[in-house]
Nanobody
Framework: QVQLVESGGGLVQPGGSLRLSCAAS????????MGWYRQAPGKQRELVAT???????DYAGSVKGRFTISRDNAKNTVYLQMNSLKPEDTAVYYC????????????????WGQGTQVTVSA
């Protein structure tokens, strides 16, 4: 079994910062890409940022320049540093990882965390 556990969400004022963490645990052989999605009330889930095992990153246009994704491969953990937060960043943030559980597994499988609430409000 594989688990992704997020932490670091909460309530913050506009212009503030939060750092989300997501640790993957369980039967893991190799983690390929990791990332963060978010879903605001009444909206579809959207991609926020991704990072490959080699450290290449990609961001949604709405967060570029404000959010930074990083990972610690030794800890199977991905982070999302969120600065200059806006009310429109309010959402449940989900961690995602594409990984294999055994060496013979050809195609990676995608796993999701349970989500952590981020609320940006005065």
């Amino acid at each position: 079994q594989v688990q992704l556990v997020e932490s670091g969400g909460g309530l913050v004022q506009p212009g503030g910062s939060l750092r989300l963490s997501c640790a993957a645990s369980g039967s893991i052989f190799r983690i390929n890409a990791m990332g963060w999605y978010r879903q605001a009330p009444g909206k579809q889930r959207e991609l926020v940022a991704t990072i490959t095992s080699g450290g290449s990153t990609d961001y949604a246009g709405s967060v570029k320049g404000r959010f930074t994704i990083s990972r610690d491969n030794a800890k199977n953990t991905v982070y999302l540093q969120m600065n200059s937060l806006k009310p429109e960043d309010t959402a449940v943030y989900y961690c995602v990882a594409s990984l294999t559980t055994v060496p013979t597994m050809i195609l990676p499988r995608t796993y999701w965390g349970q989500g952590t609430q981020v609320t940006v409000s005065a």
